[in-house]
């Protein structure tokens, strides 16, 4: 079925068709082609079961195979001239994509899935190895701890993005929980200044309590 991405392997395929039912000539006629309407009837119907719906309605105005085939191509090329500029525009945007420091992973993949599922509706399919390198290179430093492990451990060709993302993903919830401050942060603040000591504040606190007032009754005492 012809599509707006598949015109020349659609070409390729038709001529093949048409050539192992002795059609081709209808579209391209050699210097001793009959004119033969039977033959033009049935190439047109090869081509119509080849066509989407809404193509049909575009060409039923041509009443030759070969003037169907010739609209066709031209109105393809013309689109497919259109969609080499756009899939250029991409692959320059892919090139240039970087992830914000304040951006999640969540984020940054989303607009790097979306550049690469345009790229394949255009025809071009960018392969999982170029996009876990493009990935691991286009993430901020805050991530160099997980990407040297990931280079130095894992088959870059072999690893599938959702694998990459998944690491990327559980390295970047191990920095948010690293960054939380408990609820009781003053405390742990204090206690942090007095290293060594394995007591928390408050109990030491009581301790210090304590000895104030043993210390109050032996001046009473005296």
Known sequence: MLKPSNYSSWAIRMQIILEANGLWEMI??????????????????FLYQALPEEQLLQITKHK????????????????????????????SDFEMLHMKEDETIDTFTG???????????LGHT??????????LNAVPDKFLQ???????????????????????????ERLKSKKEIPVDSQEILMFT??????????????????RGREQDNKQLSI
């Open 64 to 91: 030759t195979a070969k003037a169907i085939w010739d609209a066709l191509k031209t109105r393809h090329i013309g689109e497919q001239r259109v969609q080499q500029a756009r899939l250029q525009t991409l692959k």
């Open 146 to 172: 997980i990407i040297a492990s990931i280079e130095q451990y894992s088959d870059l060709d072999e690893m599938s993005v959702d694998e990459a993302i998944g690491r990327l993903k559980t390295f970047e």
């Open 126 to 135: 960018i392969k999982d190895s170029v996009v876990v390198r493009k990935l």
């Open 193 to 210: 200044r007095h290293e060594g000591q394995r007591k928390p504040f408050r109990e030491r606190g009581r301790f210090n309590q304590s």
């Open 111 to 121: 607009k790097l899935t979306t550049l690469v599922n345009k790229a394949a509706s």
């Open 28 to 45: 391209e006629p050699l210097e001793t082609t009959q004119s033969d309407n039977k033959k033009d009837k049935t190439a047109i119907a």
